[in-house]
């Protein structure tokens, strides 16, 4: 059974940095397209970052293009969310997601991904 652990969640201040980490267990990370998506009160989960097995190809939402940053470490079964010049609207629930075998041009979606982590709360005051 594959399973997804977030961590790292935490009140920051506006400007400030976070990095929420993503531990899988049971399945073959190398295989798995990685996610992280969000969801904030009120609202529906959206898309945050995604990166493919090799790491290579990254993508982001344009909401947090140029301050989060996606990547992987394949060795420790672990996808890393790095959160920079963070604003208030980054509130919300964040969520790591895994599947296989997904498209490029699906990588958004979250239909397309298979486990999901419980989640950790973020939450950046003015």
């Known amino acids: 059974q594959v399973q997804l652990v977030e961590s790292g969640g935490a009140l920051v201040q506006a400007g400030g940095s976070l990095r929420l980490p993503c531990l899988v267990s049971?399945?073959?990370?190398?295989?798995?397209?990685m996610g992280w998506f969000r969801q904030a009160p009120g609202k529906e989960r959206e898309f945050v970052a995604a990166?493919?097995?090799?790491?290579?190809?990254?993508y982001y939402a344009d909401s947090v293009k140029g301050r989060f940053t996606i990547s992987r470490d394949n060795a420790k079964n672990t996808v890393y969310l790095q959160m920079n010049s963070l604003k208030p609207e980054d509130t919300a629930v964040y969520y790591c997601?895994?599947?296989?075998?997904?498209?490029?041009?699906?990588?958004?979606?979250?239909?397309?991904?298979?486990?999901w982590g419980q989640g950790t709360q973020v939450t950046v005051s003015s």
């Open positions: 997601a895994a599947g296989s075998g997904i498209p490029t041009h699906a990588m958004a979606r979250m239909g397309e991904y298979d486990y």
């Open positions: 990166i493919k097995w090799s790491g290579d190809n990254k």
């Open positions: 049971g399945g073959r990370f190398g295989n798995y397209v």
